[in-house]
């Protein structure tokens, strides 16, 4: 099945020309997909943490890890909001994550809100803590034990405005090192240099597993993590598609690694996909509230919740210590913009398939078909819709994300909402007429 349109031919053609000129640059290499390629090594050879908890000195804060080895430690600081980063090698953390997030707010001596970790990239972890106030690192150790190591942080106090120079410094230095405008960001491995002389001619649906290594996303009150529940689906709602044998799937992520949000959308639109859905699972403060939701990509969010929920989504990189980004202007141009209409419509459609298929499933939220800017759905040429699966702070629809019969059915169901809309637009396409360009103008 080709990439359908629902415009005659001799525009599409003329469009096609025009846009490609105007996204001249673009990486055009098949992606490859992250996790897919990682090196993997023994738990045996790797460093594993395996507790962490905080001191509070008299004129210090300690946050300290037991490991079972020594590692080097790199810090720096960042700003809006404060943190203070703690670049490490590949660690494997077996410890809860829900230890990072005192319940209780955290006491006036302390610099310390919550922190996190996890991996950030291939080969590379990462340790995010957020600051109460504006800090200093005193020291970022590795201390050898007669058995393992324990990296100790010693975080001090400092004015604002020697934070807010230290965390410029940074940026400037960063901003110098950073890579071509074409290169992937620290979450995704390069593209793939081989390109497919015999490309494949079933649509590509590209999943996207939200959160992921240093980012763990929402979490319920026993510890189970948004970052492992839309992994698990994300692998069961491909299992389903592949096993039609009508369209190809892949994944932004495959294991538990950290990947930026434009990269997931570069990821999708390098790889040509014909449809892009980013599996979530967020918390609410009212416990009563259940259900899942389907967002598409809007200027303007339509409602509070939406908003609020886009807003906490697109922080997912700062999240993760990456530096706020800029940005980026959209073209302004008037090809740009029928694209990305039609983009918008295939969107809205696909949407509307998505909360049909989950009606009758009977788990759908009060309010199914809501919209807000979602960084994750912006691509103007690749169909995408956001799917909140439910919520964690529901105890029915917590029950339901941690259940594997719960989850089979809910992968079977969005499967067939993603065949139905693939069967509608080749109908479209088959019934829209070709209209003939005609012969030359006369010079």
Known sequence: MAR???????????????????????????????????????????????????????????????????????TFAVSAPDRIIVDLPEVAFRIDPAIGRPKDAPSGETVVKSY?????????????????????VLGAESVNRSEGARLEIDLAPTEPARFSEAAAEHARSAAAAAPQASDHRPGVPPASPQADDNPSPL????????HGGVDVGAASKRGELEKNIVLEFARALKAKIEAQGRLRTLLTRSDDVFVALDDRVRFARQAGAALFISIH???????????????????????????????????????????QQATAEEIGDILFDLTRRETRAHSRDFAAKLVGKWRDAGSLNK????????????????????LELGYLSSEKDLANLTSAQWREHAAGTTAEAIEAYFAARSRDARATPQLSEGPPRPQ
Do not use: C, M
Request: hydrophobic share 45%; aromatic share 6%; proline share 6%.
């Open 367 to 386: 309010n199914p078909s809501r919209s807000a800017g979602f960084v994750v759905l912006k691509a103007h040429d690749v169909p995408s819709v956001l």
């Open 281 to 323: 699972a967020d918390t609410l403060g009212e416990a009563s509230v259940q259900g899942a939701t389907v967002y598409t990509v809007a200027s303007r969010a339509s409602d509070a919740e939406s908003a609020r929920i886009a807003e906490k989504e697109n922080f997912a990189d700062q999240a993760a210590g990456l530096e």
């Open 116 to 136: 996190r970790f996890g991996q950030f990239a291939p080969g590379r972890s990462r340790i995010v803590i957020d600051l109460s106030r504006p800090a200093k």
């Open 4 to 74: 359908l349109s629902r415009f005659p031919a001799f525009i599409r053609g003329f469009r096609a020309l025009l846009v490609a000129a105007l996204i001249a640059g673009a990486p055009t290499a098949e992606p490859v997909w992250a996790g897919e390629n990682d090196a993997k090594a023994a738990d045996s050879t790797r460093i594993e943490a395996i507790a962490a908890r905080l001191e509070q000195k008299k004129d210090r804060t300690r946050l300290i890890f037991e490991l079972t080895g020594p590692v080097r430690a790199e």
């Open 203 to 210: 649509p590509l649906v590209v999943i996207d597993p939200g």
